[in-house]
């Protein structure tokens, strides 16, 4: 959030801050699939970014998008815009191409593909728009600001309206609009906390970065974390220039406004380059920042929140009482001072299944099949078996328990109050009872369905008891 000055300004301080904000799974499909439906992965399906993965595959359209948030918006009588990335897949033409506009958009100006500043295709409602490289006409996080500003200024007036802006920054290929391309020229990834530390005694994934790293996996990764916040600059403008356009339409203080991700991103941790995928705190952590009626300003919550909660909360706002099969559940009654935050949750569950190649990578010849994502310098990221799902509590004692599903059966734990960077890993250490005991957790949480994950957050069965 560093080069977020006027976001942190204008939605930050004039609202509130959640100071614990997670993904449930930390890769673009699956957790953009889990904020449009309230659900954890293992509920709405979608494992990676493939259409193998039920990323924007033609089951996902049958059966989830139905499900949607924007579908129960539309419901209730919004109007409702997306402009921007949707799901890592969309677009492709065997599951129907830039026709196919997901249910409950009136207003559709979606991305084909993955991230893109230039030289990328958008769905307007249907019908392919092509798009070059000239930065006034085409330059995708100021064409997301200029469309919405122009939803804003021409919507139908004293009618609600739900608008999702989904820009490419901070993705790669982190391309900069030109007026940011000397910012932050002398800045790099910082070196504290697990920075080009080896992770031993941790999954096989994460001990096969090399250590420490090579000179030029650090001036790749600082040149990524230098160009990702020059990206940044553009949302920062973005951000203001839809607050600003919402004063003068007189609607700014009717209107909430939600600013988060669907991943957090790792700069050197472990010796890992970068991406994400990973269950440490680096890449499971995400900003939310929220202002919008009632909402006193200058708040910070430490509750812990889930971009499976963001859904129902929209629900709640447009006067939903119940959040349906969602997982998730509304956090207005955090932000309300006068309500209760007793029954809160104090757990909760994360989840990922892990992508690879099934051929060998013939840049990375020590590099055999079923890894994924080795760069630079054949470091890889991902593998079929880094598939994890994980607990993680927020309480006297910040604990995380995970188990992979690889033929080690491999388990990770860590104290997060005492070892907040996750170096060393408890799992052979700890009271076997309270392996037992997250176990038995891990499993309720991987099982639970809709109302029944709301249950089981409210248990007694706490670990700092």
Known sequence: MTPMKKTRGLIGDAGVVFANAFAVTPLCCPSRSAILTGKYPHNHLVRNNSLSGNCSSAQWQKVMEPQ????YMKKSGYQTFYAGKYLNQYGHPTV?????????????HGLVGNSKYYNYTLSVNGAAEKHGDNYQRDYLTDLIANRSVEFLESRKR???????????????PWTEAP?????????????????????????????????????????????AFRKRWQTLLSVDDLVEKVIKTLEQVKELNNTYIFYTSDNGYHTGQFSLPIDKRQLYEFDIRVPLLVRGPGIKPKQNIKEPVLNIDLAPTFM???????????????????????QNKTHWRTDF?????????????????HVGPGETECFPDCVCEDAFNNTYACVRTLSKIN?????????????????????PHQLTNLAKAVDPTLLVKMNQRLIKLESCSGSDCRTVQQEEDRFDS
């Not at 129907?96 to 559709?108: I, K, L, R, S, Y």
């Not at 004293?158 to 790669?172: G, W």
């Not at 709640?316 to 006068?338: E, H, Q």
């Not at 569950?349 to 010849?365: I, S, W």
Request: glycine content about 6%.
């Open 68 to 71: 949607a948030i924007p579908v």
């Open 96 to 108: 129907g191409g830039v026709a196919h506009v997901p249910m409950g958009w009136d207003h559709w």
């Open 399 to 419: 604990l995380q328990y995970c188990e992979f599903a690889d033929r080690e059966n491999f388990v990770e734990v860590y104290n997060l109050t005492s070892d």
């Open 158 to 172: 004293h009618v609600p309206f739900f608008m999702v802006l989904a820009t490419p920054a901070c993705h790669s």
């Open 349 to 365: 569950l994360v989840e990922y299944t892990g992508e690879g190649k099934d051929k060998a990578d013939p840049m990375c010849p």
């Open 179 to 223: 007026r940011y391309s000397k910012s932050y020229i002398s800045t790099k990834a910082p070196r504290h906390g697990s920075f080009n530390v080896h992770g031993k005694n941790k999954h096989w994934l994460i001990r096969q970065a090399k250590t420490p790293m090579k000179n030029t996996s650090i001036q790749f990764l600082d040149n």
């Open 316 to 338: 709640n706002i447009a006067g939903y009482d119940t959040w349906k099969s969602m997982d998730g559940r509304s956090f207005l009654p955090l932000v309300d001072p006068s």
